[in-house]
């Protein structure tokens, strides 16, 4: 059977063009929390992330799924040690516990939506990352002490949020 409807819960409109929406720099990426946890009741979250050429995060797993869809550029997916490069309209499933990061590598800005479930990413990436003001919004200029600030935030709370750096 299926449970009753839920009147708690209420529609979810997300656009990235809102003033609401909050902006993670993180990594030299630029990261819009669409959807967060809070919202679905803890079953997913959707992250919009712009990421510049170079941009990326290091190697990593997390024991929960991770789905992209590439909207605009080319994103270079390393899963298992294997390289894959994946364009616009195409959408990527990374299995939980795999291996895996990913890099622009084109030469050119890439967007992709980011959906992870369940949801938690989006409050580790609150809680490490920097807020700016919108998506054109340059990062934080960090010192060196804020940049290492940042690593050891990451490392210390990753555990916390099912994830580990390699």
Known sequence: MIPDDD???SLTVADPDDPGTTYISLV???????????????RYCLIDMRVPDGGGPPPHRHDFEEMFTILEGEIEFSFRGEKHTVGAGSTVNIPANAPHNFRNASGAPARMLCMCTPAGQDEYFLRIGDVVAGKDAPPPQLSQEELAERRRRAAELASTYRSEFL
């Open 28 to 42: 030299g990426n630029t990261y819009a929390m669409l959807v967060t946890g809070e919202q679905t009741d803890g």
């Open 7 to 9: 009147l708690s819960r």
